[in-house]
């Protein structure tokens, strides 16, 4: 199956530029995009039900919360929302460690609000996505306690990874492999519990490619896969219209352990490699093939999205038409701000998705990396995972960060494929880099040595209203502190705000269903060094100018919407754009 892609067309932008490629979907794949799955163009709002609205005032974000603002993101013009793991779990992780995969989290709230929700979302004209953890449970998990338990040899401690140790008495773990999150990635079976597992003395280890919280699961158990189908149709069942998969690219591993000579040192990486022994693995492919069937069963647009970091010639494989529906693309989240990274990135994934009939899905945002207003407020090259170890505030230009934000976000909102944006996204937020690090709870930041500053500054509660205990996020403080600065950018004090940036997403969101739906087609004009910009088959232009001069724009009847007040009168229509400013033109 080829990519059709054509060249030429010669159609004038800007200055004597052209354009140099347009791509569309291979005609194997074509669909009429009037009638395509709302995925393929769908807006997936993200959602930390730990900090998005706390409806009991416990301080912990919940599903009563989640009910009570159903109205906003619809609102705000979103398809769908993409539910972070609620299911049972002591949050050693922040839910990605499930000790019960068919219970919600207390804290969060019960199994039948969580169908009320799903329930009432519909009605609002709103998909629910879960998130689903199958490479790890939590180690409360009663598979785990049951194994741990267990003696050795017994079935129970075949469904993870249970091996001796190696050197004297087993006193060295199984292999090098090291965790995700810093540390070797197998941890002592008697740090865990009191009951000796050894045999003839030798100590037993226990793997773990996150925390020692989260013991990896062994997929050739057949009991392991037949556990997980159940869980999908349990959710299934109750309405949930797709699932978001964690770590996709994990699950199965080489069960001789080969020593890798290298850590896994960053926090997702996609540095695999053919025959790595824990990531991207060929028979990964045929687990997924069944929760495809499995789907396919279900009425409606039920889907699956990949959270697969692996090499970019390897996504298409799990994009394959009876595979994920989904994949996320990554690029932009590590993209600097630069035109040529940019348009590099949407190159590739609109060319790697096309190939399999897939659409792509961008993202610049999630609960695992910085906030991009920060981001990108920050000098190229700066490690912003290494905070607050290395105190950048110095550094940071916050207005140049967020003007951006606001450019790259119509970026984003005008291309083809889905959309994923992470709570609060929509309001600009920060990241909050300067937490006290007593307050610290992503295991990142202890299992690094306190080196790396962990994934809390971008899980702060949002706020919801310019004062109160956690600025409108429920009745008392939340479970981490929000800085002042979340008062003005809360929803409630720049919403009817013409130029907010609530009220920008809000614009662009509700375009986008106008514009932006219609066609699946893409092409890049070429307008500048510093300047991306692009064309939908709907008419649509979209020009980002990454550079630090104003720039021409291209012919047009209509300015549809800037991402700066001050950079553009809507009418008369000017002809320049200003640096770090985007618009749709028509
Ligand atoms: C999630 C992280 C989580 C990790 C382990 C990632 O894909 O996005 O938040 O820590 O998986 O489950």
Redesign the pocket.
């Known amino acids: 199956m080829t990519l059709e892609t054509c060249i030429g067309g010669m159609a004038a932008v800007g200055a004597g530029h052209t354009i140099t490629f347009c791509t569309v979907p291979s005609e194997a794949f074509a669909p009429d995009p009037s009638s395509a799955p709302w995925w393929r163009r769908g807006v997936v709002y993200q959602i930390y039900p730990r900090s998005f609205a706390d409806g009991n005032g416990d301080g912990t974000g919940d599903i009563a919360g989640i009910r009570s603002k159903l109205g906003y993101l619809r609102d705000l013009g979103v398809d769908a929302i993409w539910i972070n793991p609620w299911y049972l779990s002591p949050l050693d ?2 839910g ?2 499930v000790a019960d995969y068919r219970q919600i989290e207390p804290r969060y709230g019960t199994t039948d609000e969580a169908e009320a929700l799903i329930t009432e979302a519909h009605e609002h004209g709103i998909k629910v996505i879960a998130d689903v ?1 199958p ?2 449970t939590s180690y409360q998990h009663t598979w785990f306690q049951e194994a741990l338990q267990a003696p050795l040899g017994d079935p129970a401690r075949d469904r993870y990874h249970f091996r001796p140790g190696k050197g004297e008495n087993g006193s060295e773990p199984p292999s090098d492999w090291t965790s ?1 999150f810093g540390g070797p990635a197998w941890s002592r079976v008697d740090t865990m519990t009191d009951v000796e597992a050894a045999a003839d003395g030798v100590a037993e280890w226990y793997l773990h490619l ?1 925390a020692p919280q ?1 013991p990896d699961l062994n997929w050739e158990n057949p009991e392991v896969v037949e556990e997980f189908e159940a869980v999908l149709r349990f959710w299934l069942d109750r309405g949930i219209d797709g699932f978001r998969v ?2 996709a690219h994990g699950l199965v591993k080489d069960m001789d352990y080969p020593d890798l000579g290298l850590a896994t040192d960053a926090l ?1 990486t996609s540095a695999s490699f053919d025959g790595h022994p824990f990531w991207d693995r060929d028979d990964i492919h045929p687990i997924v093939r069944r929760w495809r069937n499995l789907l396919d069963e279900y009425d409606g647009e039920r889907m699956m999205v990949a ?1 697969a970091w692996v090499r970019p010639e390897r996504l298409p494989l799990y994009l394959r038409p009876d595979e994920y529906h989904q994949s996320f693309n990554f690029d932009f989240l590590e993209a600097a701000w630069k035109a040529d990274d940019f348009r590099t990135i949407m190159e590739k994934a609109t060319t790697a998705a096309a190939e399999v009939g897939s659409t792509p899905t961008w993202v610049l945002s ?3 990396v910085m906030r991009e207003a920060t981001r990108y407020g920050l000098p190229d090259g700066t490690d912003w995972r290494s905070w607050p170890a290395t105190g950048p505030a110095n550094l940071l230009d916050a207005e140049l960060g967020l003007r951006r934000a606001r450019a790259a976000a119509l970026l984003l909102l005008g291309l083809p494929g889905s959309a994923y944006l992470y709570q609060g996204e929509e309001l600009g937020l920060p990241e909050v880099w300067d937490l006290p690090v007593e307050v610290l709870d992503d295991p990142v930041w202890e299992q690094s040595g306190h080196t790396l500053k962990g ?1 809390d500054g971008c899980r702060v509660p949002l706020p919801w209203s310019r004062s109160g205990a956690s600025y409108g996020f429920g009745e008392n403080e939340g479970w981490l502190p929000q800085p002042q600065v979340f008062g003005e950018l809360s929803a409630s004090s720049q919403t009817g705000i013409g130029q907010s940036t609530l009220e920008l997403f809000r614009k662009a969101l509700h375009l986008r269903r106008e514009f932006g739906t219609s066609d699946e087609t893409v092409e890049l004009l070429d307008a500048g060094d510093d300047v991306l910009a692009y064309r939908r088959g709907s008419g649509l232009i979209c020009v980002v100018n990454f550079g630090d001069e104003a720039v021409e724009l291209p012919d047009h009847t209509r300015v549809l919407v800037h991402s700066q007040s001050d950079a553009l009168a809507e009418a008369p229509i000017s002809s320049s754009l200003p640096p770090n400013t985007a618009v749709w033109l028509q």
């Open positions: 992780d922040g990605y460690d953890v490479n790890h995700v996150f989260q964690d770590v997702l959270e999630n609960h695992d994934r």
